[in-house]
């Protein structure tokens, strides 16, 4: 008998697409892809790039608390006057402004 798909490996390998988090709209400028995980009940929903992620016993609650993360690396990095970043910031700032547009 052949093994069925099981729904973690259909969310492996997830696009991000656009989301809102409060006033803001994050657009990715390039194909970016959420990593998904599910262990013993729990989902973490990643976004390696950025060392960023989300987790809940619940997909989509994992997938919004990665996004509210991702707007606080955008607040503390990208809003963030230049001269107070360090150099590891100023990296962070320039990968986060290269893989997302927000309006």
Same mark, same amino acid.
């Given at each position: 008998?052949?093994?069925?798909?099981?729904?973690?490996?259909?969310?492996?390998?997830?696009? %991000?697409?656009?989301?809102?988090? #409060?006033? =803001? =709209?994050?657009?990715? /400028?390039?194909?970016?892809?959420?990593?998904?995980?599910?262990?013993? #009940?729990? $989902?973490?929903? !990643?976004?390696?790039?950025?060392?960023?992620?989300?987790?809940?016993?619940?997909?989509?609650?994992?997938?919004? /608390?990665?996004?509210?993360?991702?707007?606080? %690396? $955008?607040?503390?990095?990208?809003?963030?006057?230049?001269?107070?970043? #360090?150099?590891? #910031? =100023?990296?962070? =700032?320039?990968?986060?402004?290269?893989?997302? /547009?927000? !309006?």
């Amino acid at each position: 008998m052949a093994a069925q798909s099981s729904t973690i490996e259909f969310y492996e390998k997830h696009p %991000l697409m656009e989301f809102f988090v #409060g006033a =803001r =709209r994050f657009v990715p /400028k390039i194909p970016i892809n959420l990593q998904v995980d599910y262990d013993d #009940g729990l $989902w973490i929903v !990643c976004l390696p790039f950025v060392d960023a992620q989300g987790s809940s016993i619940e997909y989509h609650e994992a997938k919004l /608390k990665l996004f509210e993360y991702i707007d606080f %690396l $955008w607040s503390e990095y990208v809003s963030c006057p230049e001269e107070e970043l #360090g150099e590891t #910031g =100023r990296m962070q =700032r320039e990968l986060l402004q290269e893989m997302f /547009k927000v !309006c």
